[in-house]
């Protein structure tokens, strides 16, 4: 008898903490605008308004990249750059990085924001770099991905753009704001954005979309008020945002 309580209790425990964690969310299906024409179409208006896309962070080299990166995070590029015009002159290599004062490189990121937690990043992964890569940082999203403070955006960041390997599309917030108001997907997790992009992008184009999306949201496509008079893909855009 004993034992039958316990597990009509272990039953109704179970069936509380589900109802706590609330109903399975299905995934979203496919976004209707992600058809292979109109995909082509707003690639070919992409290439139209933005042929010389690139990333906007300066660097010389993948590992400034990958530093620049962390330091991009809930910050701009213009004030990344400011900050970090100063900081390759004193940190040259992931050793210099790796083994600096905690307090002296939060002060000098410290206008990038979250200086703390960039710092632990930033030292985590130099560290990493010099203890397993040779100080060189490594070509495959897998081993990327082992570096502290690393996750997908920054992986696709630097192999993209520093090595010119497309392992994936970079979503970063214009990524996801623009995807979505392009209706190329339903999805709102970065991970899942990712996933959808990649199936209707060519992969030889995931490189250069990534670019070209950043600027067409950071120059036309605002989170407010976009300025849909001045876009070229307003004649293939139906999102709920437009403004014309
Ligand atoms: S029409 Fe407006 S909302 Fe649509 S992509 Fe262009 S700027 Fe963005």
Known sequence: MAAKNKAVGGKKKAAKAKARKGPVKKAAGPAAGANPKRVATILAGLDAAYPDADCELKHENAFQLLIATILSAQCTDVRVNQVTAELYKKYKKPEDFAYASPAELEKEIRPTGFFRNKTKSIMGASKALVEKFGGVV??????????????????????????????????????????????????????????????????????????????????????RKPKCAACNLESICYSKDKTV
């Open 138 to 223: 490594p070509r495959t999203m897998e081993e990327i991905l082992t570096l502290p403070g690393v996750a997908r955006k920054t992986g696709n960041v630097v192999l993209g753009t520093a090595y010119g390997i497309p392992s994936g599309i970079v979503v970063d917030t214009h990524v996801m704001r623009l995807s979505q108001r392009l209706d190329l997907t339903r999805n709102t997790d970065p991970k899942k954005i990712e996933q959808d992009l990649m199936k209707v992008i060519p992969q030889d184009r995931w490189i250069k979309f990534s670019h070209q999306l950043i600027w067409h949201g950071r120059r036309v496509c605002a989170a």
